[in-house]
Nanobody, 119 residues
Framework: QVQLVESGGGLVQAGGSLRLSCAAS????????MGWFRQAPGKERELIAA????????HYADSVKGRFTISRVNAKNAVNLQMNSLNPEEAAVYYC????????????WGQGTQVTVSS
């Protein structure tokens, strides 16, 4: 069992940066691939970044490549998402998720953290 708690959301101006964090409980954090999703009002939840258990394999949605960076610190049971050059269209609730592989995320979800980007 893994419990996930996101933090770091808030209001940022267009072009600005935010760093989201996801704290995981449980002794088996390193056994899970981790990812970040976002869901804007009226839109489907989308995967934006994921990292395999090893931390070596990562995946990014095309829309965030070069601007977002996912990183995990197994020793701290944490995974972070650094977001740069944010634009208003990226305002959404951002969720942390865990799964056995980066293609099967969703075994566990956090409650989400709101990101608002002002123009």
């Amino acid at each position: 069992q893994v419990q996930l708690v996101e933090s770091g959301g808030g209001l940022v101006q267009a072009g600005g940066s935010l760093r989201l964090s996801c704290a995981a409980s449980g002794r088996t954090f390193s056994s899970y691939a981790m990812g970040w999703f976002r869901q804007a009002p009226g839109k489907e939840r989308e995967l934006i970044a994921a990292q395999a258990r090893s931390g070596i394999i990562t995946h990014y949605a095309d829309s965030v490549k070069g601007r977002f960076t996912i990183s995990r610190v197994n020793a701290k049971n944490a995974v972070n998402l650094q977001m740069n050059s944010l634009n208003p269209e990226e305002a959404a609730v951002y969720y942390c998720a865990a799964g056995m592989t980066i293609t099967t995320l969703g075994d566990y979800w956090g409650q989400g953290t709101q990101v608002t980007v002002s123009s």
